[in-house]
């Protein structure tokens, strides 16, 4: 059965910090692996999708590695803003197109 | 025009009753997913549809029973509801259940508040 963790669980940083938030899985056959942004009493926004044969993916300020043989992922944001305080969780996808999640990484940018 | 879309957005209701939560996607997709968040935060899948067949139910008891009259639609019956079902209901949709390339979207989420 899968299972994942993120470090940190709680993270505050001054403006402008690059911040490096991690996850790691258990099984690792996994087929791809979403990173999501949830704001509070918000739902899920994607941030970015890793295919299982990439080894990163980037979007803006922001960078997702995978390193599927160690089971684990990492996000990395450049240049935090304010507005990138919200919770980040990590799912692989596993057999069924089942996501597991992480507990999530609760991020504060201050100003 | 939302993608995913979940309504209530908010329920409260008392022990005992029961009620319906419901879920629509205008993607086009054919697999759609029921997640629970509960008060830790930890989402976990409850059930998923592909074209109106169920293909997950992960251990939910039967007091939750998910009906999807069409692939557009998956909707979530509670029956006699208890204390430790409040939550945030969140809905799902994928283009495939066995095809990861293009993700999920999920809804915006319906808390539910039993008291």
């Known amino acids: 059965k899968q299972e994942v963790t993120q470090i940190p669980a709680a993270l505050s940083v001054p403006e402008g910090e690059n911040l490096v938030l991690n996850c790691s899985f258990t099984?690792?056959?996994?087929?791809?692996l979403q990173w999501f942004r949830q704001d509070p009493g918000k739902g899920l926004t994607s941030l970015l999708l890793i295919q299982s044969s990439q080894r990163e993916q980037t979007s803006g300020r922001l960078n997702a590695s995978l390193d599927k043989s160690s089971g684990r992922s990492t996000l990395y944001i450049a240049a935090s803003q304010p507005g990138d305080s919200a919770t980040y969780l990590c799912a692989p996808y596993n057999a069924g197109n089942m996501l597991t999640f992480g507990g999530g990484t609760r991020l504060m940018v201050k100003p | 025009d939302t993608a995913v879309s979940q309504t209530p957005k908010y329920l409260v209701t008392q022990m005992g009753n029961d009620k319906s939560i419901k879920c629509e996607q205008n993607?086009?997709?054919?697999?759609m997913y029921w997640y629970k968040q509960d008060s830790k935060k930890f989402l976990k899948i409850m059930f998923s549809?592909?074209?109106?067949?169920?293909?997950i139910n992960e251990t939910v008891p039967n007091r939750f029973s998910p009906k999807s009259p069409d692939k557009a639609h998956l909707n979530l019956h509670i029956n006699s509801l208890e204390l430790g079902d409040s939550a945030v209901y969140f809905c799902a949709s994928s283009r495939h259940s066995w095809d990861s390339e293009a993700g999920y979207t999920f809804g915006s989420g319906t808390r539910l508040t039993v008291v």
């Open positions: 549809y592909n074209n109106k067949e169920l293909i």
């Open positions: 993607l086009g997709h054919d697999t």
């Open positions: 099984d690792s056959a996994i087929y791809n």
